[in-house]
């Protein structure tokens, strides 16, 4: 049943549930920016209309993925807990939604930034609900951003360059709760931002402006990083492409196409995950910018999961991600895509993994953890910064896909008891001990008993029932070959994969 609350800002509406004992609040849709289709968006700061919130899940246009495919391709991301299908799809879905035990006091608040490939998603999927962690002291807020084109694609708009607009958005959502989360008994002060895949490349980048640095505490990173960034130039050039791939005479024709049409649009994926070198909102170009320290540090908790892309580990999909079966033919294919680099990288993972087309997967994903350990060498310069690497298998599939990527998110969330399969008793402990760590650095910064990654280059490894310090796995080879092109080349392979079979 919903019920209306008044607070500071007007009357919300929300919804009361009990959960582990505790009453959970649960303020959902509330409008916190307005923005035109390729516009930047202007926070809220008077709600004239009344109640401010409709109490409804949104989420901004994408595609709808067919439930029954996943029959067949048995891909945790393309799971019920992961999609939107309940969601209202509207242009203007620029929404957050909060959920507390109490709206008094001065709770530790966690924001997080959805993934889904830039493509799909919104703040309330199931799988993020923020009411487990609610009902520990944590005020959780989830929020939406403009996806795919009207979000990442550059446009000329009046003979000026619009680019970086969903980061804008998330900029926008930052301060809103900034400013505004005290009225749900949050503490201003004590804002952690989190993200995940696209979510996790999102917050890595809203710690390299500025403003958007004044709007958080601390920030968790999960299984993502920013690889290459476009130039204004470049940028222009991918704006000037885009209309002509799709037969579009002129931007404008863009303001007028449905939404329908607008999502449906051909774009590279990739471009999506290249934020633009504007002097807006970036100022440089991001690896130079961690190299040199040029950004604004805050203590930093960033890792993978095991099993990045066993996701994806299905015959439909072999021949567009270059995967072979015969030895020769990966011979002849390695060194073809990546040169002798490629098969003295592939030779030491076979030291792990013979099985030739698990070894093939394990080489592809690799790139999130090239990704994750150049953030902790670069961060734990500046701050204290935990590393982990997650190994917990959800009960789903009997565990089919391992650790796949997003695997840490059900039990941080503790959703991993609402997957529509009963989590195993390991699974309740495991979640227990991702939480206990997680809300540790929500609180302080730091985790008990957990080392920060530094001269020593250790990481949490999340395990079976238990959690130890290892060594970065494959560091050795990963430094022998970084300062090759290697884990760049892997990535963008992956990513014209992912084009061909549009993996989110």
Not at 58 to 63: G, I
Not at 210 to 225: N, P, R
Not at 238 to 255: I, M, R, T
Not at 383 to 401: D, E, H, K, Q, T
């Amino acid at each position: 049943m919903q019920l209306t609350k008044q607070l500071e800002l007007g009357t919300f509406i929300y919804k009361n549930k009990k959960v582990n004992g505790a009453n959970v609040q649960s303020f959902i849709g509330i409008p916190y920016a307005r923005a035109e289709r390729f516009g930047m968006p202007k926070m809220i700061s008077i709600y004239k209309n009344q109640p401010v919130n409709s109490g409804v899940g949104m989420r901004f246009p994408q595609n709808k993925v067919p439930p029954l495919i996943n029959f067949f391709l048995k891909n945790p991301m393309m799971r019920k807990e992961i999609l939107t299908d309940s969601d209202k799809t509207d242009d203007n879905a620029f929404v957050l939604n909060v959920w507390t035990n109490d709206t008094d006091g001065k709770k530790p608040v966690l924001v997080f930034i959805h993934g889904g490939g830039f493509t799909y998603g919104s703040g309330t999927t199931p799988l993020y609900n923020g009411k487990y962690l609610a009902a520990k002291g944590i005020v959780v807020v989830t929020i939406n951003y403009r996806l795919s084109v009207p979000g990442f694609i550059p446009v000329m708009i009046d003979g000026k360059l619009s680019a970086n607009r969903a980061f804008f958005d998330q900029q926008c959502a930052l301060r809103w709760v900034r400013q505004n989360i005290s009225a749900f008994g949050g503490d201003c002060t004590n804002i952690t931002l989190m993200g995940q895949s696209a979510g996790g490349l999102s917050v890595s980048v809203q710690m390299m402006n500025e403003e958007s640095s004044q709007c958080f505490d601390k920030l968790i990173v999960c299984s993502a990083g920013v690889g290459e960034c476009m130039t204004m130039e470049q940028a222009e050039k991918v704006a000037g492409n885009f209309l002509k791939l799709n037969h579009l005479s002129k931007p404008e024709d863009l303001y007028t196409l449905h939404w329908k049409r607008l999502i449906r649009l051909k774009m590279p994926l990739e471009l999506l995950s290249m934020p633009v070198v504007d002097g807006l909102f970036l100022k440089d170009e991001i690896k130079g910018l961690k190299e040199r320290g040029d950004f604004f540090a805050k203590p930093v908790m960033l890792g993978t999961t095991g099993d990045e892309l066993a996701m994806v580990n299905n015959k439909s999909w072999y021949k567009s991600l270059g995967i072979v079966s015969k030895e020769a033919a990966f011979q002849d294919k390695c060194l073809q895509r990546y040169g002798e680099v490629g098969l003295r990288f592939a030779k030491e993972l076979r030291k792990e993994y013979p099985n030739l087309i698990q070894m093939q997967f394990k080489m592809m994903e690799t790139f999130f953890h090239v990704m994750a350990l150049q953030d902790m060498k670069h961060y734990s310069k500046l701050a204290s910064c935990y590393g982990y690497r997650m190994n917990f298998v959800p009960n789903i599939w009997n565990g089919l896909r391992g650790a796949y990527h997003c695997a840490e998110l059900p039990f941080i969330f503790g959703t991993i008891q609402d997957i529509g399969q009963k989590p195993t008793e390991k699974n309740l402990l495991q979640m227990e001990i991702l939480q206990n760590d997680w809300i540790a650095f929500m609180k302080t910064g730091t985790i008990p008993n957990r080392e920060p990654f530094g001269e020593n280059g250790k990481i949490t490894l999340y395990e079976d029932k238990e959690t130890k310090l290892i060594d970065f796995p494959q560091r050795a080879i990963i430094e022998e070959l970084m300062d090759t092109d290697l884990f760049t080349r892997i990535m963008k392979s992956f990513m014209r994969g992912r084009d061909d079979k549009f993996i989110a």
